[in-house]
């Protein structure tokens, strides 16, 4: 998973899954926009090991499924 990627379009790919990025253009707010997809996985566990072993430079890390899983409610 080395091609550069549109981060916004990728992460439309992938439903409900963590996804872990090495950014390497963003827009003049920060926001991601091109990068390697360097891990996708609905287990955070597997998206963090890879994260460790990797270490990307610029990282970007994204959970692509629903705020509150269904059944759960959020208390602010």
């Not at 998973?1 to 390497?24: A, G």
């Not at 990068?35 to 270490?55: I, K, Q």
């Amino acid at each position: 998973m080395t091609d550069i990627v549109n981060i916004p379009q990728t992460e439309k790919l992938y439903k409900d899954e963590w996804l872990l990025f090495e950014v390497l253009e963003s827009d003049a707010l920060g926001q991601p926009l091109r990068g390697r997809l360097l891990c996708h996985h609905p287990d955070l566990e597997v998206m963090h090991e890879v994260d460790m072993r990797v270490r990307p430079f610029h990282g970007y890390r994204v959970y692509t499924g629903p705020p509150v899983a269904d059944g759960f409610e959020a208390v602010l």
